[in-house]
């Protein structure tokens, strides 16, 4: 089992020690403002604050109520697990992500999520996601998305 000076971090059988979750796993932020602290206490020192609710973040160790997690650009620190959701989100990257109305190229186009886009993952398929974004809907391929693992089915 890894180990920081906190503690246990990761299971031996890749599921986390206190939750007994699969790590790593993404999750998304409940709140609309969130600390990431430098080790899992409210004594150790604020790094930033994520201002963004819904936005996909990849839990990669835990300790205690604490979650450690990434975002899309590899940056995170520990967060409190209250500020944290088990709703799946993506972040678009890239440049437009056609929302088909099918799981298949070719399909009818319902919009375009623009980069940066936060959406709600309604069902994943191993090569497509089904996306919900500013009141748009539709199918999008998975290489166009960070906040879902390459071979992971959603229902």
Same mark, same amino acid.
């Given at each position: ?9 990761? *299971?031996?059988? +890749? ?5 007994? #979750?699969?790590?790593? !796993?993404? =999750?998304?932020?409940? $709140?609309? /403002? ?39 650009? *590899?940056?995170? +620190? ?5 500020? #944290?959701?088990?709703? !799946?989100? =993506?972040?678009?990257? $890239?440049? /437009? ?55 992971? =089915?959603?229902?």
């Amino acid at each position: 089992m890894a180990q920081s000076p906190q503690g246990p971090l990761l *299971g031996a059988s +890749g599921r986390g020690p206190v939750t007994q #979750l699969p790590m790593p !796993r993404f =999750v998304s932020m409940k $709140a609309t /403002e969130g600390n990431v602290r430098r080790g899992p206490s409210l004594s150790h020192r604020i790094d930033w604050v994520y201002r963004r609710k819904d936005l996909p973040l990849m839990i990669v160790a835990e300790h205690g109520h604490w979650r450690r997690v990434q975002d899309r650009d *590899g940056q995170g +620190g520990w967060v409190h697990y209250s500020l #944290l959701s088990g709703v !799946r989100t =993506v972040l678009v990257e $890239a440049d /437009e992500a056609p929302m088909l109305l099918k799981p298949a190229d070719g399909t009818p186009e319902n919009a375009r999520a623009q980069r940066g886009v936060v959406a709600r993952i309604d069902r994943c398929l191993p090569e497509w996601c089904r996306i919900r974004a500013g009141g748009h809907r539709g199918w999008v391929r998975k290489a166009h998305l960070w906040g879902v693992g390459p071979n992971e =089915v959603i229902d």
